[in-house]
């Protein structure tokens, strides 16, 4: 009907105007880059004057996707040229769609998204040889990352692995979940680098450390997305020493009150068990 397609504009429109202004403002700071930053003040400029009462809002879309596409293309020429002539076997990836990849992205959170789609793509060909389709304009990139990551395995220890493998088994029973999050053991080397590189942080530098019992590494989890780093957290001695989201950031809320629930499990399964292989 007319009225559910001007409703579906609406929501589009809501759509190119947010993922505007999230690419104009940085621009618009640039000092490095003229042509970026002069881009970046003039689309601000442009939402600043739209009147949705006298204005063709067909011809406000279309500006505004032009200005999506410039400051996308602005953002990171070099890396987009990178991917553009990269051997990928029989992936061919256009400028077409990568920015449209981009724009479709760039209101969330993640602010590498063009270095984590490169990464993913040769890593995909050191384990296939290609890159399969699924691999290719993944709609959750950082799953999709991770999952091709952890089949990469790099710089993967197997003696090493083997003994956080045989720790993981005895730790499993102190795997928990409540209100939406979760939380388990590292069970091997290669969890520990993909959590470091994923995180930002330098969790794979105690990989001797929790292969040896000296300490021990557990993963929280969105409870939906179980495969995704989220936060990791240290456990020695009976207690926390430490958890750390992305770039070594601080406890949510959230995140506090779900660790301290995890401990009063821990510390009932331990009174009831007499176990004391925890760290």
């Not at 759509?15 to 601000?44: F, H, I, Q, S």
């Not at 953002?75 to 990178?82: H, Q, R, S, V």
């Not at 959590?195 to 969105?222: D, M, P, Q, W």
Request: charged fraction near 35%; include cysteine.
């Amino acid at each position: 009907t007319l009225q559910w397609e001007g409703f579906r504009e609406g929501i589009d429109d809501i759509r190119y105007a947010t993922a505007l202004v999230k690419l104009a403002r940085p621009a618009a700071r640039d000092e490095k880059n003229v042509d970026r930053r002069y881009a970046g003040c003039k689309a601000l400029q442009v939402l600043s004057r739209f009147d949705k009462q006298k204005d063709d809002l067909s011809e406000c879309r279309l500006e505004m996707i032009r200005y999506i596409e410039k400051l996308t293309k602005l953002a990171d020429t070099g890396k987009m040229l990178e991917m553009l002539s990269g051997d990928y076997g029989d992936f061919k990836p256009t400028v077409k769609r990568l920015t449209n990849y981009i724009f479709k992205n760039c209101p969330g959170t993640n602010k590498n998204l063009l270095s984590d789609l490169c990464d993913t793509w040769k890593m995909c060909m050191q384990v296939y040889g290609s890159v399969p389709e699924e691999f290719r304009f993944p709609a959750k990139l950082e799953k999709m990352h991770t999952k091709v990551m952890i089949l990469c395995k790099v710089n993967e220890k197997p003696e090493i692995s083997k003994k956080i493998k045989k720790r993981a088994k005895r730790l499993e029973q102190y795997t928990y979940e409540k209100d939406g999050l979760m939380i388990r053991p590292c069970r091997s080397h290669a969890e520990l680098i993909v959590e470091g590189k994923v995180l930002s942080h330098c969790v794979a530098t105690y990989a001797e450390s929790v292969a040896n019992g000296k300490t021990s590494i557990f993963f929280i989890r969105r409870a939906d997305e179980p495969e995704v780093p989220f936060y990791t957290l240290e456990y020695r001695d009976g207690k926390v020493i430490q958890n750390r989201g992305k770039d070594n950031c601080s406890e949510t809320k959230e995140v506090v009150q779900f660790k301290n629930e995890w401990l009063e499990f821990i510390a009932k399964g331990l009174m009831n068990s007499g176990n004391r292989d925890c760290a």
